[in-house]
């Protein structure tokens, strides 16, 4: 982007430009009107991945390196717009996970925020703290930041599942710290699933009492498919709102706010026959199709969507859903990082 400036003085500044950048200095009013655009200006691009395209891959890769070899067996959903950054949105990360029957993904853990969205098989496990998340189809799964975490496959299916990150948000920060320990499997402190009992029922366990064992901050790690998808169901029968349909956002219980400091989770339900009216936002969203089909309308693109299709839309691009049969959605965004930072906005068409 380059201002109006003479001739003679452009000659003039560019010899100012070029003596200087050997001190690392560089003007700003050359790149002012880039820096800070009117309204956002995404490198993503909205892109769209077929479950079973991408699991051929996943699983010939299975052939190739176990868990164990691998740390973890990702095929990253990298955006055409941001190649070589591992990253689906500028703040965030996409990633299919498999593990075969038999294996483990060892314990570890990092800054890095996760949620897991179950694909395929059932039975599986996230460990997380101590504690076994055994999951399902579309259970949502969370690791938040700092938390030990392995996953182990004891049934006798392949697993997989979506893994959403906050990677490029923490490398911008430059604030990413991991760790290993020499054991791979966490030894189970708990029975599984044993944080839905204490926090995930709407209600918890006494403070400071001996049953108050998860961080005060986030208690509550898994929101299985059985009962999101019933709260979706009751909701269904009242009036859709006109430009998301029914939803629902995943919540903290301790706080009601979003599942993690970085990403918000949400579902969404698109009657059969109807279409949502244009909506933008600054949050990037990546959205898992649960169930039916139907068209995304994102910007000047049209994607046909049908289950367990991937589809991302960028910060600021329009987005309307049209449901051929009733439309299940699973989407998470920045939503949750740009609301504390005091930067979300929507715009209703
Ligand atoms: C990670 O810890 C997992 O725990 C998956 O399953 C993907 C991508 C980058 C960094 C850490 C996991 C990851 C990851």
Do not use: C
């Amino acid at each position: 982007m380059s201002i109006l400036i003479p001739n003679d003085q452009r000659e003039q500044l560019e010899q100012l430009y070029k003596a200087m950048a050997p001190e690392s200095l560089t003007p700003l009013w050359e790149v002012l009107a880039a820096l800070v655009s009117p309204t956002p200006t995404s490198p993503a691009v909205a892109h769209h991945w077929r479950y079973a395209d991408a699991a051929r891959y996943l699983m010939r890769a299975g052939d190739l390196i176990s868990a164990e070899q691998a740390e973890r067996r990702v095929l990253i959903l990298e955006n055409p717009g941001l190649p070589g950054q591992s990253a689906i949105t500028p703040s965030l990360y996409a990633g299919l996970q498999l593990i075969l029957p038999g294996e483990v993904a060892p314990a570890h853990r990092h800054t890095q925020s996760a949620l897991r969205f179950v694909m395929e098989g059932e039975g599986a496990y996230t460990t997380v703290d101590g504690e076994r998340a055994v999951m399902r189809p579309f259970d949502l799964v969370l690791t938040p930041s700092w938390q030990w975490h392995d996953h182990g496959n004891e049934t006798s299916r392949p697993m997989v599942w979506l893994d959403g990150l906050d990677i490029p948000t923490v490398r911008h920060f430059a604030a990413s710290f991991a760790e290993k320990t020499d054991e791979p499997v966490q030894t189970r402190l708990v029975a599984d699933d044993d944080s839905l009992s204490r926090y995930g029922r709407n209600l918890r366990p006494l403070r400071g009492s001996l049953a108050d064992r998860r961080p005060a901050n986030r208690p509550l790690f898994h929101y299985p498919f059985a009962e999101w998808r019933r709260s979706l169901a009751d909701l269904g029968a009242g009036t859709p709102d006109p430009h998301v349909g029914h939803a629902l956002e995943f919540i903290n219980p301790a706080d009601g706010g979003p599942v993690l400091p970085t990403i918000a989770a949400q579902v969404q339900l698109i009657p059969a026959g109807t279409a949502t009216r244009p909506r933008r936002s600054s949050d990037g969203a990546i959205h898992v199709v649960v169930e039916g089909t139907g068209t995304a309308r994102i910007g000047e693109r049209a994607i046909a969507l049908s289950p367990r299709d991937f589809f991302v839309v960028p910060s600021w691009t329009t987005l309307s859903l049209d449901a051929a049969s009733d439309l299940v959605l699973f989407s998470y965004s920045d939503r949750a990082a740009q609301q504390r930072l005091e930067l979300y906005r929507e715009e209703r068409l």
